[in-house]
DNA sequence: GCATAACTATAACAAATGTTTCAATGTCGG
DNA sequence: CCGACATTGAAACATTTGTTATAGTTATGC
């Protein structure tokens, strides 16, 4: 894990962009952003960032790569609470209480910045990042919420479907899509870690959403073919995003 | 829906002993929670206290019974995504940021508190009362992932083994647990609605629990009988929760 | 105190999802 | 370019959970 020159680079890309979609930013904020990360490592695939039981400080901003918040059962299965995409921060003031409760990890290879404690008091003074940072973690409340909609409501292929199409308005959000296809670079355990099924499973209904011409999957590249109707058949209503109705083009 | 005569009497009571086990809290932090109040009214069972889509500002305190966020699907279907019990606070600060994504409605009669946005303020310069309510909410969200946990990792049985659990540790922070065992004064459907299944498999579920001397329910009383069997079976943690484990007495 | 509705319990059957296994394909370091 | 290893695809069968139906039981309004 090697630690990269900073200069605050990674932290204008994505994470900039994400939070100017909550909120007015001006060239200070910006500036401010650019300065306040504490290095930026490149981590390889299926590493923990945080463990359960850890008890962190500051935040972390992800700027390229997937990586999600999981547990583990005792006999190894695990669930996958989260993504954490390029451009969310994920703030660990879990340390106001006491430790973490559950464990951050890489679903791939990562671009990952630190952001120390003070620089991340020196953020929320500036009244128009705390806004963005905080309507940011409400949003991330928000999907936590979907989510358990998602599982307990929703067949095996609704659920895939639904979890396409909020990732389809997330990576938009910090320009990672084209069109209706963006890079999903997880695997399909990955998947099935994440809605609550087996791998099994998880390819049977993949295979139903391709074979209906829903989706399409070539490598890491997945394309939402007929978004129009993958929203209908999720019932996905983008409004816990707090963010515009993707367009069906 | 009669409102009631206020002077805080209901926010002195669960409310202010949830915050204290979060925060040390003086004379004048309780003396402000009980004038914070604006109303309290008796909600009968099924009613929205907030309705997906409204703009609501300020928050709920429920004081006396056992109300839900929920979302519903377009067949009807509904899912709860959080049980809130006497002491719970909620923010509703999605004002912050835009409109309700989910309903908040009663399960049972309840008593609830209305807290305007500005006694609302108030209470949140006040720093021991801050905190509290911060790590409150903090604790809310880290419900709402073991729940995620619940749903994707877990069986029936253990589903709602674990939610007793938990039920356990959150009533007897407020005073509403005799030894191990509490008013749960919600419906098989409700709890079929909580954990992703049907009413029919609660019963089922409910049954073998009862057949394994696990639990025993009479009337809206559950008893835990064998809550070191129960805890081991659900893998309950109570981590998660930020309180004190709970002994297997 | 009765009539009604809501809730609990249970059965028989149907559908969805999990388990195990194996083959085909892709990826990556040397 | 090869070999090891991870990933995808898929079949056969097992298990869990959902569906529909019905009867008993408890709460509730009048």
Redesign the pocket.
Known sequence: MKVLPGGGAAMSGPVLRKLQGFSRLEEADAAALAMCEAGTRLVPAGTDLIREGDRPEGMLAITEGFACRYKLRENGARQIMAYLIPGDVCDLDISVLNRMDHAIGTLTTCRVARIAPEASRDLRSRPALARGLHRAAIVDEAILREWIMNLGRR???ERLAHLFCELLVRMRAVGLTCGNSYDLPI???DLADTT??????V?RS??ELRRAGLIE?K?KRLTLCDLARLMEMAEFRPNYLHREMPTAA
Do not use: K
Request: no cysteine; glycine share 18%; proline share 0%.
């Open positions: 067949s095996a292929v695997t399909q355990l609550g099924m087996t791998s099994v499973h390819n993949l295979g999957r490598g």
